[in-house]
């Protein structure tokens, strides 16, 4: 079965930090470009981070520039997402995507059931 | 940085009816790599529509993507009760790929 499974999701405080993981099986994951999107408590949708097959090339959203860092181990068929310096507004649920395609230019083709952050005192 | 701005932001039909959500960007987009997501309550988005036409695998021919340019159209021809959901535009082929606000489609 082609699915994607996120799990390292919880509640920690502001300034904190959390490593997310994405494990995918039944697809050839080196083959494709991976994305985290997060969608906070009744609000849409917003592109955390991504990152090519080859784990190359990676692009952060503004809002998580200099905090967060993507990262993949093909040999694992994981994504990584490390948050660091967490803040009451990264509280969201965070999906794991597939790419359509091998760089970080296609439409998002499979997602995860999501894992739920929660940045609170 | 394109910015997408779907309408309406509610659209009230009934089962049967025909829906038609708009997605408006503030730039043109690149060979229209433009894709409709649809998010049921409690669930992951998922795929409906990439290259503003294309039909993802096993999405229903009920649903269907049009436009170029600025302006794309996703059409449900008869709404099934399962179609209500929030739809999400997203224009792809930029870092980061940006979203819409989304369209909640709710039964009249």
């Known amino acids: 079965e082609v699915q994607l499974v996120e799990s390292g999701g919880g509640l920690v405080q502001p300034g904190e930090s959390l490593r997310l993981s994405c494990s995918a099986s039944?697809?050839?994951?080196?083959?494709?470009?991976m994305h985290w999107v997060r969608q906070a408590p009744g609000k849409g949708l917003e592109n955390v981070a991504g990152?090519?097959?080859?784990?190359?090339?990676?692009y952060l959203a503004d809002s998580v520039k200099g905090r967060f860092t993507i990262s993949r181990d093909n040999s694992k068929n994981t994504v990584y997402l490390q948050m660091n310096s967490l803040k009451t507004e990264d509280t969201a649920v965070y999906y794991c995507v597939k790419d359509l395609k091998w760089d970080t230019d296609g439409p998002f083709v499979l997602w995860g059931q999501g894992t739920r952050v929660t940045v609170s005192s | 940085e394109i910015v997408l701005t779907q309408s309406p932001g509610t659209l009230s039909l009934s089962p049967g009816e025909r829906a038609t959500l708009s997605c408006r960007a503030s730039q043109s987009v690149t060979s229209s790599y433009l894709a409709w997501y649809q998010q049921k309550v409690g669930q992951a988005p998922r795929l409906l529509i990439y290259?503003?036409?294309t039909r993802a695998n096993g999405i229903p021919d009920r649903f269907s993507g049009s436009g170029s340019g600025t302006d794309f159209t996703l059409t449900i021809s008869r709404l099934e009760p399962e179609d209500f959901a929030v739809y999400y535009c997203?224009?792809?082929?930029?870092?980061?790929?940006?979203f819409g606000q989304g369209t909640r489609l709710e039964i009249k």
């Open positions: 990152i090519r097959s080859n784990g190359v090339t990676t």
């Open positions: 039944g697809f050839s994951f080196s083959g494709n470009a």
């Open positions: 290259g503003a036409s």
């Open positions: 997203q224009q792809y082929g930029t870092t980061p790929p940006p």
